[in-house]
């Protein structure tokens, strides 16, 4: 099955309304041909802008979302007391 049909079933299989999309995670940043590499983006927000077809680029620098920097090990996230503070 090809990349097209294996989306179509994944779409029917799931019940997707949208196309559904592929996060790829690189250990180095390597310039990459038709990508884009946004300013001030939150992760979800990326992923949205990949359902609508865009080729974008997250690092440590240009994400600014914290916890999603931190969850994805792009920065180290701040540490909380067992309180709460």
Known sequence: MDLKGSAMAL???LGLTCEPIAVKFFEDLLPLD?????SGR???????????G???LLNADN????A???AQGLRQGKTR?????
């Open 34 to 38: 038709g990508f884009e590499l946004p």
């Open 63 to 66: 994400i600014s979302c914290p």
């Open 81 to 85: 007391s067992k309180n709460g503070e």
């Open 42 to 52: 939150r992760y979800c927000q990326v992923l949205m802008g990949a359902r609508e």
């Open 68 to 70: 999603a920097a931190s």
């Open 11 to 13: 779409r029917d299989i």
């Open 54 to 56: 865009q080729r974008l």
